[in-house]
């Protein structure tokens, strides 16, 4: 069959190709005899067989969707690009050749760049690696790339979603574990260069949202948060919801739902000034960055953090603002660089006078940790917040926000934020 003459005929000889590919590359169909794949080069420090190089300053069409704000790839075009990946395995096949997929290195920060409009983002000629088929370290990765893009095709063909923990638990035995299809699902987003919603692959939330904010879901469900006594979950598909309609002076993210919940329980939303308040409950998930992201693109108003003054606060604080590592090809439509950092300031200890025994001393992995966040591109750019993270080098002590409970057990919501949000105390 000659595959680069012409396109798969169709959807269903496409599908009949793939399993065919997945099944002979991972043993349940015998190898041909006259197969002769070439020995793959192992890379030195990798797990993968794979060959590192550069991918080349390609600019498309889909890259240029991608600078943007968030668009939704039409099916068409996502299934082609998946067709095309297959097409290539197949050519591979027919020419006695070990089919190779090829991936970003999306943790390497030689393929990131800083750019104080938009965060960490994703250099057009970054670096490669090629997830072999040929090599057993490599293989069944392959095999698993396969199967998720056989999954993804269906979906879109069907118009129907899943969850990444959908796919994990639809064979956990094949999968492994959920961190292995999370993994896998953002390389191939980054291959085809679609973002994950246009894919039919919805993230788990965890995140909630309260205060002066009213939307409307995809399927036509209106959500009231200013009215409701509990916060809401973050939608699963932000990307669906409209007619935002909102009052609120500024938007408050809280790192950790028990401060969140307590801010809640005092009515913090409506008393100080209209606001929302969004936690991501620790590390954001992707769904509630695209909320934080959207409704700064609906209302400009100003975004302020509350973190834990210790470096994985810091961290978090700066996942929002600038974006991480391995989502740096999803950049644009998940950093807010406007953020500022309201609380808690590790300056802020010293100036409350906390007492030292209410402070916790730093693990090693602290001091790593900090060290890796003052190593980073953008600190450079925050003089102020270089300083802050300098007072923490040096005390080697930490804090959670629960430390102004030391103070009163009011003192967070009756005090320190109406102060900090009055008098500017933000970074």
């Not at 991918?55 to 889909?62: D, F, H, I, P």
């Not at 808690?344 to 992995?365: E, G, H, V, Y």
């Amino acid at each position: 069959m000659n595959f680069t003459s012409s396109k798969l005929k169709s959807h269903f000889q496409f599908l009949d190709n793939l399993f065919f590919c997945l099944f002979f590359l991972t043993g349940l169909l015998p190898y041909p005899e006259k197969l002769d794949w070439p020995a793959p080069a192992l890379m030195e420090g990798h797990g993968l067989c794979s060959t590192e190089k550069p991918a080349g300053n390609k600019a498309s069409s889909r890259e240029t969707s991608l600078s943007g704000q968030e668009s939704q790839v039409p099916s068409s075009e996502v299934l082609e690009a998946i067709e095309n990946v297959i097409q290539g395995v197949l050519q591979s096949l027919a020419q006695k050749k070990a089919p190779v997929l090829t991936v970003a290195n999306r943790a390497d920060w030689r393929n990131i760049e800083f750019k104080d409009s938009v965060g960490l983002q994703m250099i057009p000629s970054y670096t490669t690696k090629q997830i072999r088929s040929d090599c057993p370290q490599s293989a069944r990765r392959f095999a698993l790339m396969l199967k998720i893009l056989s999954m993804i095709y269906k979906m879109v063909q069907s118009n129907t979603y899943a969850t990444k923990r959908d796919i994990y638990y639809s064979d956990t035995l094949l999968f492994g574990s959920q961190s292995v299809v999370d993994q896998i699902i953002n390389d191939i987003s980054c291959m085809l260069k679609i973002p994950r919603r246009s894919l039919h692959v919805l993230s788990s939330t965890k995140g909630f949202v309260a205060g002066n904010l009213s939307y409307t879901e995809e399927d036509g469900t209106k959500v009231n948060c200013t009215c409701s006594a509990m916060a809401v979950t973050v939608p699963s598909n932000v990307q669906g919801i409209k007619n935002l309609t909102s009052h609120a002076k500024f938007i408050l993210i809280v790192e950790k739902d028990a401060t969140f919940q307590r801010l809640l329980d005092d009515d913090f939303f409506s008393k100080v000034s209209p606001c929302i308040m969004i936690t991501g409950r620790g590390i954001p998930d992707l769904n509630t960055r695209l909320l934080v992201r959207k409704l700064w693109d609906s209302f400009q108003i100003p975004i302020f953090t509350l973190m834990d003054a210790d470096p994985h606060g810091i961290e978090i604080m700066c996942v929002y603002k600038y974006g991480s590592v391995s989502m740096s090809f999803e950049a644009h439509h998940l950093t807010v660089p406007s953020v500022k950092w309201l609380g808690l300031l590790p300056s802020d200890l010293k100036r409350l006078n906390i007492c030292k025994d209410a402070l916790i001393p730093f693990t090693k992995q602290d001091e790593n940790k900090l060290a890796s966040i003052q190593k980073r591109p953008y600190i450079a750019c925050q003089p102020l917040w270089k300083k802050e993270l300098e007072i923490m080098a040096t005390s080697k002590l930490k804090a959670e926000i629960q430390v102004l409970t030391s103070l009163s057990s009011d003192y967070l919501s009756r005090v320190y934020l109406p102060n900090k949000l009055q008098f500017g105390g933000w970074l």
